[in-house]
């Protein structure tokens, strides 16, 4: 179960944020009761002391207060939930993620340019290389067939 605490500005751009990420909410908090009930495409907004009702190892609640944040982190620490993360902490690891995947493609791309490079050396060169792998050695394979 994800939850923001603060149905304001910055927790509704956590909200867009997140699901641009495929990051689903479950609902928000906010301890400004005008705020409770639904509020934004269909999510739910409770109090904090409902919030204190649910499972505290299962439920991840993302801080996007900018002034109170710590306090609130360290109060819903306190009352023994494991998972509470502050705004900051959350667009740092979707944009670790993103940067991630950019360097398993890069990864990927200088892997392929290696095997080029070996494939190159066998076809021209005429060289043996034993380092290839087998979707490699196959691909090499069938092209020797067809260019006997």
Do not use: H
Not at 66 to 87: D, H, Q
């Amino acid at each position: 179960m994800i939850c923001i605490y603060g149905a304001g500005r910055y927790g509704i751009e956590i909200y867009y944020l997140l699901n641009r990420n495929k990051v689903s909410i479950d609902f928000f908090v906010d301890k400004d009761e005008n705020k409770w009930g639904y509020i934004l495409e269909d999510m739910y907004c409770i109090s904090p002391e409902e919030l204190l009702s649910f499972d505290r190892n299962e439920t991840i609640i993302i801080i996007s207060l900018k002034s109170s944040a710590n306090k609130l982190i360290e109060y819903f620490k306190e009352k023994g939930f494991n998972r509470v993360y502050g705004k900051e902490e959350i667009t740092k690891v979707l944009a670790l993620n993103s940067v991630k995947d950019k360097i398993d493609a890069i990864q990927d791309i200088e892997y392929l340019n290696v095997m080029k490079q070996k494939l190159c050396d066998v076809l021209y060169l005429k060289k043996e290389v034993s380092d290839i792998d087998d979707k490699l050695r196959g691909i090499l394979e069938d092209y020797k067939k067809r260019n006997r």
